[in-house]
């Protein structure tokens, strides 16, 4: 409701800043202007039969032959009901599956993504995005910056979680506004302090690590930290295998020394304002006396064991691996001097993860969205130029294959009449 | 005195078509290097993988199987080996500029890649075919770690070392400098440890000319 009543107030010239005195009447974080449809509606419109778009696009596979993107930008431009929408996700599926996967328009996926969320497909949208192998959907920055504000503004933030993750498979953290909005949903996903598996902690980790090294502020160092100690977690207890495969990560061993690292540049850091949030320590604290707990527990319980599991469990892990693990009393020991010397210069920040993020996103986001809405307006009208070559292309091809087919046919006739 | 070679029109025409439904029946990629996890065997030869080859073929993933889930493909990516992080100590990579993904594959994992190899810090001026995108063996280099690969520099080469020939070759080569110029040889004739050029049968066939017009007999 409230979000409607904004939307009325404002027109497309006048840009409105959230301004709301408690984080807690505080929805969303975009600006409405970031999240208006006024600019993409205002495009030139190419209205299209759904239904002959369709059979054309049926016929066109059925006789083996590529279907243009164009086709395919039309049908998803001009969807205009949800049962579309599931009708637009098949032929999304068909053409990643054609030889022309690799030309499907950057415009395509954002009215794609555009349309899911007006229509109220938010659900689907992440269905595709997250199959992104499958659907060929390779949302920009901007499009993944919408994704994630409706989801906050839904108050979900472990979906909004799992469009982060996403972010970081891409590793499209380029832009300051999505580091701030992905901080920002996992800080509040991180307070509701869930119970998290294996996979969804090494994913978790990841997409903190990746978003903490673009910042370089109290909020990055403690995502760092928290990325590493997370990461860390999963390899000592699967291996370093099972916590590259498939992510954008370094393969080298020690996550745990790395995040002991940046806890030792950031005591090291000269200026005062790069600290580290208490809550992103002690987690690091709890996650390291959790490990020699169960290492402890671990080597005791293998010698009341029998022989023959200890021998299979052996098997399994790599020796770089035990000497990974070998390694964790010296992590234990090396944290306890580091915490201790990050308190002593007063460098640990009592505020928690979320906070941090929230007041980051209060000062920086505004500034942020700025350079992105006039990139955005480029790229719409860059967009925009395109479809109208494709357009007139197409136009030329069809008339040429007329003229040819026209040309074929009186041939023939005169071979017949002579 | 053989009899003139008769036309054999339809012998001609049956080559053709024969030649014609070979590159129609051609199998994709996805066929030829599908792959059954369970048996390690390919289903298209039926041949088992090699054994010590089955730990990295259940642990890493194939070069397409990286670039399945990357915006176009991953073009301007880089993409390391585990065989060359093993191997080489300076960073060997390559950067993909093309890709032909085979589209009748259900995850859109086998295709072929174009792009730049930079093997051991020292990068190529040309494109070409990725070698062995089918082998389990790949690994996307993360961004932050991008910069890291591109900074090395490769130090100097050594320098070619150089090894005396060995006796009797050594005396037929003053022999026949001698035969030739009359004088001795001032200078040991040394082998350079390094050999220049690429051994093909284009070497090996302009060697023999050159031979033959040298050398009446053997020596």
Redesign the interface.
Known sequence: MAASVWKRCVTAAVKVKCLSPSLSARRWLLSAAYTDTKVWEAREKDPQNLALLATTMDRTYDRNLPVSSLSVSRFVDNISSREEIDQAEYYLYKF????N??YLRDWTIHSWIRQCLKYGAKEKALHTVKN???YGI?PDDFTFNLLIDSYIKDGNFKSACSVVEEVM???AFDLPSTQILSLYAMGRYQATRPQLTVSEERALGASLL?CG?QQDNTVGLSAQLLGNALLGKVEMSKGI?AV???M????GHGYLGRALDVMERAAAAASGDVKLTKDAVDYTNDLLQELSSTSDSDSSGAESAGEEDEEKKEDHVDEADQAERAKLPQYVTRFKELSSQLESEGKVDSASFQDSASALAHQNLAAAEKPDLEQYLSRVQGWEADNRQLIVREKEMRMKAEQEKNERLAAKAAAQQA | MAKKKQLRLIAEMARKIRAYRELKSRLRESQKYALDYGTMRRPHTGKMLPVLAWQDVR???RLFSLL??????GVGRLLTRKSW?EEHAEPSYWQITK?K?D??A???DHGKAWGILTLKGKQESEVKEVAKAMYHDW??V????EQQLKDFVPGPEPPVRYVPYPPLLRAMLLAKHKKAAGSVLAEEPVLPLKRDVLLSKDYFRSQEQEAQRTEGTAV
Do not use: D
């Open positions: 990643r599956h054609s030889p996967c690799w992104k192998v499958q390779f498979l891409q590793e990746i090294l295998h590259f495969r498939g954008p990560l370094y393969w | 642990r890493e993933s399945a889930g990357m915006r176009l493909f992080l890709v993904v589209y009748t259900e995850n859109l690994r996307l993360p961004k932050h770690m």
